[in-house]
């Protein structure tokens, strides 16, 4: 685990557990913390992990509602959680995808992750956008965009845009190819892409892997055509 400074004052932050990257945006005002992880322990150790590199007061932001992103917003409360509307209901109504990774954990002899999971509290976002939406951090801002129906139906891409950084959620991994759920819309998500390199982007965090840059995406987007 570490962090990754992919621009000034733009951070990300890479776990050995499911290959996930979540990060951190810092202005002169405040910070944005992409996603909160798996469990309340990840999200207080992350939010620790924050306060390593700044002291100001943060929002939280959800890319989208699959468990490993949410389930560790508790140790960051008190705070605004931005996420797009239906990402709210979905998050809402996911405990049957808590109970299949509790059960998934028990089955692969990891009672410590189940136990985690099964605990941690459900809190849902307190501002919800549909397209498009700013977070103000005083010296800079970043944008938080829907980019249309892809991973998810609602799926948010945090672009940060003096950085020329966008924070891309599981719309790109690195390291594996795209995970294409029951509720992925893989016909559109090539669509979705297209938004988020006409952000014209230097860097791409997925939500998985390494940062990239824009071939990579380009690379991705045509074998999620194919």
């Known amino acids: 685990m570490s962090w990754i400074a992919v621009a000034d004052g733009v951070f990300a932050r890479r776990y050995e557990h499911l290959d996930q990257t979540l990060g951190v945006v810092v202005g002169s005002s405040g910070c944005l913390v992409i996603d909160s992880g798996p469990d309340e322990t990840h999200g207080a150790e992350l939010a620790a992990e924050v306060r390593q590199i700044t002291p100001l007061p943060w929002t939280l932001v959800i890319t989208h509602a699959h468990f490993d992103h949410f ?31 509790i059960a998934r954990y028990e089955a692969d002899g990891d009672p410590d992750r189940a136990r985690r999971l099964a605990d941690a509290r459900l809190v849902l ?7 498009h939406t700013r977070v103000d951090l005083g010296d800079r801002h970043a944008d938080l965009i829907h980019p249309g129906r892809a991973h998810t139906d609602h799926d948010v891409l945090v672009h940060v845009p003096d950085a020329a950084v966008v924070f891309a959620g599981d719309l790109v991994e690195q390291g594996a190819p795209p995970s294409v759920g029951p509720d992925a819309h893989p016909i559109e998500w090539r669509t979705a892409l297209d938004r988020l390199l006409a952000l014209g982007p230097t860097v791409i965090v997925p939500g998985h892997g390494d940062p990239v840059d824009s071939a990579f995406v380009r690379t991705q987007q045509a074998t999620l055509a194919r």
């Open 125 to 131: 976002p307190t501002h919800v956008f549909t397209d």
């Open 71 to 101: 389930f560790g917003t508790a140790p960051f409360l008190p705070c605004p959680v931005w996420a797009h509307t239906r990402c709210r209901d979905a998050i809402a109504n996911s405990d049957p995808d808590r109970r299949a990774w």
